[in-house]
Every structure is written in structure tokens, then in C-alpha cells.
């Protein structure tokens, strides 16, 4: 079977239900943008120099396919905050209290997670947008402003 379908030529793409919408449909619009962001922690992951943070990072990727599934119309669980509340609060406590703005770019892996942040941020927002027209579960905007929380963290532990 070929990956091209040419079904997608007009302008149109379809959820797991086959029903067909614009390609910038908001929900599309959040699909982009979350393959974009485990793309980019791909990429991070490959980097990590900290075996932990590939870890949590190879887990976040897991927990992003089940998001885009949700998105898509799957009725999948969200994935649960609790995961990504521990591991902030493993972080906080390692790292030092922070003082300053940090400027992103102080080594390649953190500079990769900084914009995997900001793309988490953009796909945070489409989610957001895409709740005025059709309800989200209020647990994958609580997972999603967390996971951006998450990822700053982990980027910092990276610059140590």
C-alpha cells in the first residue's frame, strides 16, 4: 500500500471517523502543530546527554501519540498529570532556584527543548481555540500547559 492516496490533493484530509475537513481545520491545526512538537523531542532525545531526560522525553512522545489519537476522536484516556507533576517536582528540587530570564541556547539539546516548549505553548493555544468550537477534555489542556512546564525544566536540567 503507498502512502500517497492523492485523497489529500484537493485540500482535504479525514479523521479516524473518515470524515473529510479543510487541512486547516482547527483540529488539523492541532495535530500539525503537536507532530511538530514530538519532531522536535525527537530530536532532543537523540541529543540527550542525560539518560533521564531521554527517558522522560521517550515517554512524553508516547503520551503525545494518545493526545493526537484524542484530538483525531479516539476516546482514549488523556494522559494523567500526575506522571508529569513528579517529575517537575524531581527537577525543581535538583535544580537551583531561578533568578534570572534564561536565554535559550546555552548547549544544542537544551536549545532543542527550549523550542519543543515554545511549539508545546502553540499547540496549548490550538487546543484552546479548537475548545470554543467543540469540547476538549478539560484534562488535556491541564496535561498539555503542564507538559510546557516540563519541558523548561528539563531544558534547564540540560545546561547544568
Known amino acids: ?52 531526560s531521554g527517558e522522560i522525553i521517550q515517554t512524553i512522545q508516547r503520551d503525545l501519540f494518545v493526545v493526537c489519537g484524542i484530538i483525531a476522536g479516539s476516546m482514549a484516556p488523556v494522559p494523567g498529570t500526575a506522571q508529569l507533576d513528579g517529575w517537575i517536582a524531581e527537577l525543581e528540587t535538583a535544580l537551583p532556584v531561578l533568578r534570572n530570564f534564561v536565554t535559550p541556547g546555552a548547549n544544542p539539546i537544551s536549545a532543542r527543548l527550549h523550542i519543543a516548549r515554545t511549539i508545546c505553548r502553540r499547540a496549548e493555544r490550538r487546543i484552546v481555540s479548537m475548545d470554543r468550537a467543540e469540547t476538549v477534555p478539560p484534562e488535556l489542556l491541564r496535561y498539555m500547559n503542564r507538559l510546557s512546564d516540563l519541558l523548561f525544566l528539563l531544558a534547564r536540567a540540560e545546561e547544568k
Open 1 to 52: 500500500m503507498s502512502i500517497t492516496t492523492k485523497t489529500g490533493d484537493d485540500g482535504t484530509t479525514s479523521f479516524l471517523s473518515n470524515e473529510r475537513v479543510p487541512k486547516d481545520h482547527p483540529r488539523i491545526e492541532c495535530l500539525g502543530t503537536l507532530d511538530e512538537l514530538n519532531a522536535f523531542l525527537g530530536a532532543a532525545r537523540s541529543a540527550a546527554a542525560n539518560s533521564r
